[in-house]
C-alpha cells in the first residue's frame, strides 16, 4: 500500500534546480493526497522563471515512478510572484519583510577567497559614514569573520524582553555573526535544516534597530543558506565578488546565475585584488590578471561597482578590527575605492 512516507522519501531525491537541497527539506511540497495506489502532490513555489517548475515537474514525476505498484501520479503547482523589492519608505508604511529594516542588500561569491568578507564590512562602513543606518549579518556559519574584522570578538550579544538578539554595535554598524557565539576554535558542525534556522533566527528574531540597510555577507557558493534568504527576505539587490583570474570568475558566474533564477537584481560586479600598486615605484602589477571583472560586468549587462587594490593596510587592518573604510576621503586608493562603492550601492538602492 502506498504511504505518505514513501512519497516524501522520494520526492526527498528532486532539488531545487541549481542547488543542493531538495523540495521536501525546503518545505515546498504542501499536501500529498493519496487515493489507492495514486498520489496527489501539491508543490508551492515562488518564481517567475518558468523552466523551475517544468525541471521540478520532470524531475519528481521521475522520481515518483520509482515507487514500486505507484499508480497515477499528479503533481499541481502553485506559483506565486518573488515579493518585490521594497521601494523607498517601505518600512514606513510597515512593507519591511525584515522588522526594522529597509532595504537588504547582499553581498556574495562564487568561492571563497576573493575577500567577499571584506567588501560587505568596508560596504556597511562606508554607509554608515555617509550618515545611512546600517546593519551587517553575518551569514556564513562556518567561517564567520565579521567579529575580527570588527574587534568585536570578546563581546557576546544580550537578548531583550522580546527574547530578541540585541546586535553588537561597532563603527556605527549594528553586527550579528555566529562568531559572537562561539569560542574562537569551536567549530559549527550543523546541517542544512538547522543551518537555516540559525539564519532565520539571524534575520528576524535580532533587534534590528531602525536600518537604513541591511547587509548580509552570504557564504561562499550557490547551497542552502543562500536560497532560504532568497526565499524568505526580500532582497533589493546583490552585490557579486570576484579577482580578475578565470577561476574565481567561472564561479561568480555561477552566483549571479542562482540570483537571476530567484529574480534578485544583480547591482554589479566588484573586483577585488585588482592590482598591486608598489608603494615605493607606484609601479602597477596584475598579480590575478586584468579585465576579467570589467569583461564579466559587460558579458552579464551590470556594472563594474568598484575595482579594489590587493593592499597590505587593508588586510592589516581586517585582522586588528578596523576596516580601511574608516579612513577620510583622500587618506589612501583603497578607502576612497570602498566609499565610491558605499555611493553607488546607495543611489542604486535608495532609502
Same mark, same amino acid.
Given at each position: ?30 499536501? /500529498? ?5 495514486? %498520489?496527489? %502532490? ?32 499528479? /503533481? ?10 521594497? +521601494? ?5 508604511? !510597515? ?19 576573493? !575577500? ?29 569573520? %565579521? ?20 546586535? /553588537? ?5 549594528? @553586527? ?38 541591511? /547587509? @548580509? ?12 534568504? *532568497?526565499?524568505?527576505?526580500? *532582497? ?5 565578488? +570576484? ?18 533564477? *530567484? ?89
Amino acid at each position: 500500500m502506498l504511504s505518505e512516507s514513501d512519497v516524501r522519501t522520494a520526492l526527498a531525491q528532486v532539488p531545487y534546480p541549481g542547488f543542493s537541497r531538495d523540495i521536501i527539506s525546503f518545505g515546498l511540497v504542501k499536501s /500529498i493526497t493519496i487515493n489507492g495506489n495514486d %498520489v496527489k %502532490v501539491g508543490i508551492e513555489i515562488a518564481t517567475k522563471d518558468p523552466k523551475i517548475p517544468q525541471q521540478i515537474h520532470g524531475a519528481a514525476q521521475a522520481s515518483l515512478a520509482k515507487i514500486p505498484d505507484i499508480g497515477r501520479a499528479e /503533481i499541481d503547482f502553485d506559483i506565486k510572484d518573488p515579493p518585490a523589492a521594497p +521601494t523607498a519608505g517601505a518600512a514606513a508604511v !510597515g512593507k519591511a519583510v525584515i522588522p526594522g529594516v529597509k532595504q537588504v542588500i547582499a553581498v556574495a561569491s562564487g568561492k571563497g577567497g576573493v !575577500g567577499k568578507s571584506t567588501v560587505s564590512a568596508n560596504l556597511a562602513v562606508s554607509l554608515a559614514k555617509q550618515g545611512f543606518r546600517v546593519g551587517l549579518c553575518d551569514c556564513d556559519l562556518y567561517g564567520p569573520s %565579521v567579529a575580527l574584522m570588527f574587534g568585536t570578538g570578546e563581546e557576546r550579544p544580550m537578548g531583550d524582553d522580546q527574547e530578541r538578539i540585541i546586535p /553588537i554595535e561597532r563603527h556605527g554598524v549594528q @553586527l550579528m555573526s555566529m562568531g559572537f557565539l562561539l569560542e574562537d576554535t569551536s567549530p559549527v558542525i550543523v546541517r542544512g535544516p538547522l543551518a537555516t534556522r540559525y539564519i532565520q533566527q539571524f534575520l528576524k528574531q535580532v533587534a534590528w534597530e531602525n536600518l537604513d540597510y541591511l /547587509i @548580509l555577507d552570504l557564504p561562499p557558493g550557490t547551497g542552502d543558506i543562500q536560497l532560504t534568504i *532568497v526565499q524568505n527576505v526580500t *532582497v533589493a539587490g546583490a552585490v557579486v565578488v +570576484t579577482t580578475p583570474q578565470e577561476m574565481a570568475l567561472i564561479d561568480a558566474r555561477k552566483a549571479a546565475a542562482m540570483f537571476a533564477k *530567484v529574480n534578485v537584481p544583480i547591482l554589479g560586479i566588484v573586483e577585488n585584488m585588482a592590482y598591486f600598486q608598489a608603494p615605493d615605484t607606484g609601479t602597477r602589477y596584475d598579480i590575478f590578471g586584468s579585465g576579467g571583472g570589467e569583461k564579466e560586468a559587460a558579458r552579464l549587462g551590470v556594472p563594474l561597482l568598484s575595482q579594489i587594490p590587493l593592499d597590505p593596510p587593508t588586510r592589516e587592518g581586517g585582522d586588528e578590527g578596523s576596516p580601511v573604510a574608516l579612513q577620510e576621503a583622500g587618506a589612501s586608493p583603497v578607502a576612497d575605492a570602498f566609499h565610491t562603492l558605499g555611493k553607488t550601492v546607495a543611489e542604486a538602492v535608495p532609502v
